[in-house]
């Protein structure tokens, strides 16, 4: 394929799901986007009982998803599954309900059209209802069959039964247009994608999903997809197996792909980035300084479904990719050494629950998941502890001679055992308290808990509140929060944070950064996954937190440039010639005592229709990121605020990270603000200067450009 070309401006909000059927080039002008459509199943269920598992999911980019669902809300109702309920009508007391189990398939179907949605049983409407708009589904959807969606929590999740025939219509069918429909055969209106599994064949006839894959016991057989017991489930991809070629042909392909990447403008060059494609989601997971070197793992998806990718380094910039070890099911966790001295992944294992995985080798290349996996604790109908934790995004550590793991979720758990092989069990509650403004019960994912200082630190998010942390205590086997703080304000685009312990003592993080808040992906440009910088964390006496990138980022810099004594008049702003740039590092220290905001701009065009405002907001007593005039294009605008309060005198000292579409900010070595930006003009790369109410004075402004630490 040929080199593609930079793009500065943004395209389609969501690919068309038809985009790149045939090997159309996603080039060429696609039809409508996917948004109304047909899901239609034929299905028996195995039983009534069973509650929340999905005849046929289409998913896309973060976790969103809507599928036909069995049982989830009401027991025996067909009903429209979606993410977060979105686009499910909660009320069912007027759904029909299976009468008694079926001997046969039944054609259930839900139809979108519009802001409706409409649900149908053997081609006649069930139920009708309205919802705030359809979702779209690009190139980078999936199919499930039997499971709901991929980051379903671990109870509830499986379909059981066989499914006979299952389609995807690119419009929404009306109830004459149902009931025409037969199983295996052929409709006069053409689907999307068609599993109709005769011939033992598990594949789309449709070719939209060249790659199926059947996991936890799934089978083909008469004409059926078996789903026999919880956990079995298909999985349909966009991903083709690669064509035989020639060593040349394949040179070219490699070539294309990295000539293509680097051709993106917006593309960071010492953030680290995924090597290829689109990784969704893309935390940072496993990180752990191990014989002389930086480890970290991140999420990517294939067809093996959620995989760990594999890089280590020796300085946190330059990365070496590592070959793939940990596959198929792979979901968040941390890394840490037992009591053996092997390094130790505990995890969530998809469809299996909470599990461990111990490393072979000192590369961290080849690892053996437990046999005794999972480590979930077993629990029975009357005991106090039965169904109230979910086996959810671990973290496991080991103290005074036992293992520990948190459980995640609405309400974090701690499980415990004297061996990895357990006995686990249940210790209790996470939390031994609240505080102020934070639910006990608020949701606990991505955790990571550690020393820091004299206290314990638990590093996490919430799905509700983004990334952010908690300082307390670590007594009696519970957490006793006593300070809680965001690390995300207006949005979650700092996400999925993931920590580890140098051999220097040092605590450094890393973070998920979204291309667009609410977890969406900039399909459009084949590739997606962008860490933040790393950052080292402190707790000195004075009890608050401190956060600045490492030394070892200096070793990017070139190209200096050095301004003293400036001065900014009040209400104007001052270009500071001879510093540009998209990949670039400032530094300045700035006093403003009578201004009410002030601070610098970059990316800014000639005539300041596009720039990016970084700020102290005197009033507020905030740092602020503004990107509402970031790019004059259709792209993501708000203001991030992370509070700091600067004591009377002291000045502002901003260190500012631009990395393509990444805008990193440390302030005083009290805070950190991350944004994303996507400016289409080529000339938006100035520096500016500007101060309200007051004159500012910028005693020292540093400036290098930064060398690219990604190989592309």
């Not at 060059?269 to 070197?293: C, L, Q, S, T």
């Not at 039965?386 to 671990?394: A, C, F, I, L, T």
Request: hydrophobic letters at 35%.
């Amino acid at each position: 394929m040929p080199p593609m070309k930079p793009i500065r401006n943004r395209t389609l909000p969501g690919l068309c799901l038809w985009a790149a059927i045939g090997g159309a080039p996603l080039s060429a002008a696609p039809p409508a986007p996917l948004a109304d459509k047909t899901l239609v199943v034929w299905a028996t269920p195995a039983n009534l009982t069973q509650r929340g598992g999905s005849a046929l999911t289409l998913e896309g980019s973060g976790g969103h998803f809507d599928g036909v669902v069995f049982g989830e809300i009401a027991p025996g109702k067909w009903m429209a599954g979606s993410d977060g309920f979105n686009r499910t009508q909660r009320d069912q007391s007027l759904f029909p309900a299976e009468p008694t189990l079926p001997t046969a398939p039944v054609q259930i179907a839900i139809v979108y059209r519009g802001k409706t949605v409409g649900l149908y049983r053997d081609g006649v409407a069930a139920a009708r209802y309205d919802i705030q708009g359809a979702e779209r589904f690009g190139t980078d959807a999936r199919v499930l069959m039997g499971l709901r969606h991929l980051d379903a929590g671990n109870d509830n999740r499986f379909f059981t039964g066989t499914i006979e025939d299952a389609r995807i219509y690119g419009t929404a069918l009306d109830a004459a247009q149902l009931a025409a429909l037969k199983p295996n055969t052929a409709s006069a209106l053409q689907p999307v994608a068609w599993w109709d599994f005769e011939d033992g064949r598990a594949d789309d006839r449709m070719k939209s999903f060249p790659t199926t894959t059947l996991y936890g016991g799934a089978r083909v057989a008469g004409g059926k997809l078996h789903l026999d017991q919880s956990g079995a489930f298909l999985m349909a991809t966009r991903e083709t197996a690669p064509a035989a070629s020639t060593g040349n042909d394949a040179d070219q392909v490699a070539r294309s792909l990295r000539e293509g990447l680097l051709a993106d403008p917006y593309r960071p060059g010492y953030h680290f980035v995924v090597p290829e494609g689109r990784a969704m989601p893309f935390d940072p997971n496993g990180a752990i300084h191990w014989k002389g070197r930086y480890h970290l793992f991140y999420i990517f998806q294939d067809k093996r479904g959620h995989n760990w990718g594999h890089v280590s380094s020796t300085d946190l910039f330059h990365w070496r990719h590592h070959p793939t070890g940990l596959v198929s099911g792979m979901f968040s966790g941390n890394c840490f050494v037992n009591q053996e001295g092997r390094p130790t992944m505990c995890y969530h294992q998809v469809g299996q629950g909470n599990a461990m995985a111990v490393a072979l080798d000192d590369e961290l290349n080849e690892w053996k998941k437990l046999d005794s996996n999972p480590i979930t604790p077993k629990t029975s109908p009357g005991d106090p502890l039965h169904g109230k934790y979910r086996s959810w995004d671990p973290f496991g550590w080991v103290e005074d001679g036992n293992y520990y793991a948190i459980f995640g979720g609405e309400h974090p758990a701690v499980a415990k055992a004297p061996t990895l092989g357990g006995e686990w069990k249940y210790t209790g509650d996470l939390m031994a308290n609240s505080v102020p403004g934070v639910s006990i019960a608020e949701d606990v994912s991505c955790a990571d808990f550690f020393r820091i200082g004299d206290r314990r630190m638990l590093l996490c998010i919430s799905h509700r509140l983004g990334c952010r942390y908690y300082l307390g205590d670590w007594k009696n086997e519970q957490f006793h929060p006593t300070f809680h703080e965001k690390m995300s304000w207006a949005d979650n685009l700092f996400f999925a944070p993931e920590s580890l312990l140098d051999d220097r003592g040092r605590r450094i993080m890393w973070a998920w950064i979204f291309d667009e808040p609410g977890f969406r992906m900039r399909t459009e440009h084949g590739w997606s996954g962008t860490m933040s910088l790393p950052r080292v964390l402190s707790l000195p006496a004075d009890g608050r937190l401190r956060m600045n990138p490492p030394p070892e980022i200096e070793s990017l810099r070139y190209n200096p440039a050095k301004r003293r004594g400036l001065t900014v008049a009040a209400d104007a702003t001052l270009p500071v010639p001879g510093i540009a740039g998209t990949s670039l590092e400032v530094d300045l220290s700035i006093a403003a005592p009578d201004a009410r905001q002030y601070g610098i701009t970059v990316c800014t065009s000639p005539n300041g229709e596009e720039q990016t405002r970084i700020y102290y907001d005197a009033a507020d007593r905030k740092l602020k990121v503004d990107t509402t005039r970031s790019s004059s294009g259709a792209s993501p605008k708000g203001i991030e605020a992370g509070p700091l309060e600067l004591a009377a005198g002291e000045p502002l000292q901003l260190r500012v990270f631009v990395d393509k579409s990444v805008v990193e900010v440390f302030a005083n070595g009290r805070q950190a603000v991350v944004r994303r930006i996507y400016p289409i003009r080529p000339d938006s790369v100035g520096v500016t200067l500007f101060s309200n109410g007051g004159t500012a004075r910028v005693e020292t402004l540093e400036a290098w450009e930064m060398m690219p630490s990604n190989p592309y």
